[in-house]
């Protein structure tokens, strides 16, 4: 599985102490500490099972979204945004409405943001920046991931995927499983105009270190992608 990392948002919050460093992330949409080790919990099981046909972009910033968007997975299932998420407590998932449940009056309270609302609202902004490059997949997934066991969520026919921490696996297994919608090519274009969306061209990289590869055999390594750029310059002359 091919990485692309926006490492200037991981920069930026390292430089920052740990209060000053969450406020900031709060005021520019920058990933928590604890987002981001549930992004990184998410990572590793992907990249133990998907090959290099997988793009896996993280905190992607893009013009139509205002908070960077955690994970989009680009390869043969499609595309699919996912946000890992690292919350404890007793939840419902009905439809687009997301609730907490008030312990103290035991009955369920719109909680926020909406992360069901959120998360549509990041494959929207994808499906957006890729219309204006003049793609268009055929459909854009949105997944919740819940990556501490200590959450429960009743769920009823929410809007976007749910997936547990002891689903993960299965859900990871799933892709490999899910019909073909995307070829080679068209993953590449796809990840091509994402991926210029945090600085990076073919001619080089600003953060080279942005790009890794990984397979299930192998020790990840930084790597070079020479096609990875071709397409969204063609759509862009377009």
Known sequence: ????????????????????????SLKLGRATPQE???????ISTLEKVLDNRHFL??????????????LILVGPPG??????????????????????????HQSYKPAVPNLIIQTEQMAQAVEEHLKAQNIYPSTIESVLVFTDPGVHIEMAHPA????????????????????VLLGKEEAQEIADCLAKSLGITAEGSPYPDRMHSHSATSPRRAVRVPRLWTGCRAANAL
Do not use: C, H
């Not at 919050?13 to 900031?24: E, K, M, T, W």
């Not at 981001?36 to 998410?42: M, N, R």
């Not at 993280?58 to 908070?67: I, P």
């Not at 749910?162 to 892709?175: E, H, Q, S």
């Open 1 to 24: 599985m091919k990485i692309i990392e926006n490492t200037s948002q991981n920069q930026k919050s390292q430089q920052s102490n740990v209060l000053g460093g969450v406020i900031g």
């Open 79 to 104: 595309v699919v945004v996912i946000s890992p998420v690292a919350l404890r407590g007793v939840y419902r998932a009905r439809v687009d409405e997301w609730e907490q449940l008030d312990k103290q």
């Open 36 to 42: 981001i080790q549930s992004q990184q919990a998410v």
């Open 57 to 70: 972009l993280q905190n992607v910033t893009l013009a139509e979204q205002e908070m960077p968007i955690p």
């Open 160 to 179: 976007v995927r749910i997936v547990l921490i002891d689903a993960i696996d299965r859900f990871t297994a799933g892709l490999l499983q899910a019909p």
